[in-house]
């Protein structure tokens, strides 16, 4: 799979508008270090800031370049709550649980705030986020959501519901009936945050080092990481490649690997539009995410090109005619795009769950472990890698409580699961076309 993504990367508009990034060496060498950190994407490198700032020396070890995966190359919104609805984490964990995870995606947006302000990182952050409901049935399912969570969450007092005759002011679009704003949320860069936060690790000491993908790491303490030029000895682990492990890694973390799947999600990239026109299509410049199962998600980048994503792959194969299918989404949602030309085409593979619930917990003693968030994790990677440090620190309540939601083996094994989860697909993309 890394290697058929190459091609989902070469049109990346984030790829074309990153900033200029130093150079991290490969791992040419035998080194220690107090934890080993598998992964330099958000997670990975916020866990790596979190315990430097703590006093332990750290490695991260990249197996391709910084954000080289989901974390450069998503919707670029960042979004309170799981991908799962919280009704999933109450049957579980009982609602107490509950209401503190989502108290945990809460701080998750302050702590991207936090790292960009204290790392003056330029990642064109916009607050911001639409949800909105397409036709009169999922309007009102997601009023009962909302309402919901306003009176058990208290999730109203940083957002608004938008009735059916004002959802017009705040999208203007044929196709959406009503939906909620939420100032606390909102939309970056992501390449560029992600780039940001590894000059933010370097500069506190942390030592980063792209092109060095781990094939083994013995168990004990300290474990022992090896690459294929050097090796790495380490008091703890933080593994943090989410679906690249089982590719790069077969048997790093085997047991793991079943328990996520990979799939593919796609956006596209206008041309740039008249300023005066982006700010009719979305006044208040939030982000944008309709409630279908299979989603549409856009925005507008600070460029003033429309970034739209939606279409998923459940069978890691690139679907035939994408930007041109991308672009008729686009216009559905947006008419008055009608004669916009795309200029960028890109995608990736995110790693979900059987429940859409992230999968956060110990490989071993000494080996955490961070991965299954499933489309939603802009905001809520930067907080796994937090408390993964937390935890190392000997401060795990809130790692513990992430790690207690349940998670299993997708079916059918490896052969099978691919073509299960297409046939489900199919049926969610009939039950949003009914509407």
Not at 16 to 22: C, D, L, V
Not at 139 to 158: I, P, Q
Not at 406 to 430: C, E, N, Q, S
Request: net charge neutral; glycine share 10%; hydrophobic share 40%.
């Amino acid at each position: 799979m890394l290697a058929s993504e190459q091609r989902l990367i070469q049109n990346s508009y984030y790829t074309a508008s990153a900033n200029a990034q130093p150079h991290y060496p490969r791992l040419e060498e035998d080194t220690v270090a107090d934890v080993c950190v598998v992964g330099a994407g958000l997670a990975g490198l916020s866990a790596a800031i979190e315990l430097a700032d703590r006093g332990y020396s750290v490695q991260v070890l990249e197996a391709e370049t910084i954000g080289w995966g989901a974390s450069g190359r998503n919707g670029g919104q960042i979004i309170a709550g799981l991908a799962c609805e919280q009704s999933v984490i109450e049957k579980a964990l009982g609602f107490d649980a509950a209401l503190k995870t989502w108290d945990v995606t809460l701080a998750a947006l302050d702590l991207v705030r936090e790292r960009i302000k204290r790392f003056d990182i330029k990642c064109d952050l916009v607050d911001g986020f639409l949800g909105v409901a397409v036709g009169e049935r999922k309007g009102a399912a997601l009023r009962e959501w909302y309402e919901d969570m306003s009176k058990r969450y208290h999730y109203d007092a940083d957002t608004e519901w938008i009735e059916p005759n004002t959802i017009q002011k705040w999208i203007n679009s044929p196709r959406f009936h009503s939906g909620y704003h939420d100032r606390r949320s909102g939309h970056l860069h992501p390449l560029n945050y992600t780039l940001g936060l590894a000059r933010g690790a370097a500069s506190i000491g942390v030592r980063i080092c792209e092109h060095s993908p781990v094939r083994t790491m013995s168990s004990g303490e300290p474990a022992t990481l090896r690459t294929d030029n050097g090796s790495v000895k380490a008091r703890f682990v933080v593994l943090a490649g989410n679906m690249y492990l089982p590719e790069v890694a077969p048997k790093l973390a085997p047991a793991l690997a079943r328990r996520i799947m990979p799939v593919g999600t796609y956006i596209i990239g206008s041309e740039p539009i008249d300023p005066a026109m982006t700010t009719t299509l979305i006044p208040s410049n939030s982000a944008v995410c309709d409630s279908n199962f299979v989603l549409d998600y856009f925005r507008i980048s600070a460029d003033h090109r429309m970034l739209f994503g939606g279409r998923v792959s459940y069978s890691t194969m690139t679907p035939a005619n994408l930007k041109e299918d991308m672009q008729k989404r686009m216009q559905l949602v947006f008419p008055q795009l009608a004669n916009t030309k795309v200029e960028y085409s890109w995608g990736g593979f995110v790693d979900i769950t059987m429940n859409r619930a992230p999968d956060f917990g110990r490989a071993a003693s000494n080996v955490y472990y961070l991965q299954g968030f499933s489309g939603h994790g802009v905001a809520l990677t930067g907080m796994a890698g937090k408390i993964a440090a937390e935890a190392i620190g000997g401060q795990a309540e809130r790692f513990d409580l992430m790690s207690r939601i349940p998670h299993h083996d997708f079916p059918g094994g490896k052969l099978l699961r691919t073509p299960a989860l297409v046939l489900g697909m199919l049926w969610y993309r009939i039950r949003d076309a009914l509407g």
